[in-house]
């Protein structure tokens, strides 16, 4: 096949990229500037210059592409990220689909993939849900679900497959927020934030590793089925737990609990909601679809492996195993 990747620089997109080509597909990586270049051209890509917000640049790039692949994000880094941050990632996440919906619709691909987060869909009262259950979106995740609905409705309408991929939390040794997380945890500034009015209460999270999401996208691209799917590992996990799997791993003092309502001075009401409210969610539906499974079933392994990069490259940013 010949693939056409958007956010092909990305922590996820570079292992899109990668992993494509070694299947033997053709892949075309969506670039910005010469370290982009870079960065797909060694991957056995084909850099091609253009914007995710630039309609004639995204339609003209997927020329004669098979597979479209929307896996572009402008999610803020920082702590307390403002409204203007947010309007960025909305404007990757909801201009880039209707974009590449219509380069697909242009070049007459057979197939979308686009990339989504579970916490779309996340109750409420924090209790299990699935791909069925009625999305609850927030300032943080609108546009993802919006970018959703842009895709379905177009493939109803032009007869292409779409695949929505909502992925679990990421992490990976080259994914910032990862290093972040470590560099906190080892300055002992990282704390466990808490729900209830002693942060008492623990939310559970369904977490993925970057190379098992990028797994999934190959497998979503190569096979038939269609529709909305989970890409999460085996296991949800209390935030408290991860965070003192991590510290304990890279030897960093145990970190201290704190309530939410008092986190939100220094880390903003989005990251305070993530961390609070539970979102457990299954990938049994992808499995059944795809024949796929984690390669890390655990944040355990997971975790292992973030380190294992880290001691054999010379900085965090190491590379870690793409998958093939």
Do not use: C
Request: charged content about 30%; cysteine-free; proline content about 6%.
């Amino acid at each position: 096949m010949r693939v056409f990747v958007a956010g092909a620089t990305g922590v996820l997109g570079r292992r899109l990229v990668e992993g494509f080509t070694g299947r033997g597909h053709e892949v075309v990586g969506l670039t910005r500037d010469p370290a982009g270049d870079e960065a797909v051209r060694e991957r056995g890509g084909e850099p091609v210059r253009g914007d995710v917000t630039d309609r004639e640049s995204v339609v003209a790039a997927a020329e004669g592409a098979d597979v479209v692949v929307h896996a572009a994000t402008a999610i803020p880094t920082d702590l307390k990220p403002s409204d203007a941050d947010w309007e960025r990632n909305d404007r990757v996440r909801l201009e880039g689909a209707r974009n590449l919906v219509a380069a697909v619709d242009e070049v007459d691909a057979d197939r979308l993939l686009l990339q989504s987060i579970v916490w779309v869909a996340r109750q409420p009262d924090g209790s299990p849900f699935d791909e069925e259950s009625e999305p609850h979106p927030d300032r943080s995740t609108r546009s993802a679900l919006e970018s959703e609905r842009v895709v379905r409705e177009a493939a109803a309408e032009h007869g292409f497959d779409a695949v929505v991929l909502r992925g679990g939390w990421f992490y990976a040794a080259d994914a910032a927020h990862t290093r972040d997380i470590a560099e906190g945890l080892r300055a002992g500034r990282l704390p466990v934030i808490g729900g209830g009015l002693l942060g008492r209460r623990d939310a559970t999270l369904s977490l993925v590793h970057v190379d098992d999401a990028a797994r999934a996208f190959l497998a979503a691209a190569e096979g038939e089925a269609t529709g909305t799917f989970h890409v999460v590992d085996d296991e949800p996990v209390a935030y408290a737990t991860f965070l003192r799997a991590f510290a304990e791993r890279l030897d960093a003092p145990e970190p201290r609990r704190v309530p939410w309502w008092l986190a939100r001075a220094f880390v903003g009401p989005s990251l305070v909601r993530l961390i609070t409210t539970s979102m457990p969610t299954a990938n049994d539906r992808l499995r059944e679809a795809f024949d796929w499974g984690p390669r890390y079933p655990t944040y355990r392994e997971g975790l292992d492996a973030v380190v294992e990069a880290w001691e054999e490259g010379e900085n965090e940013e190491a590379a870690v195993e793409v998958p093939a």
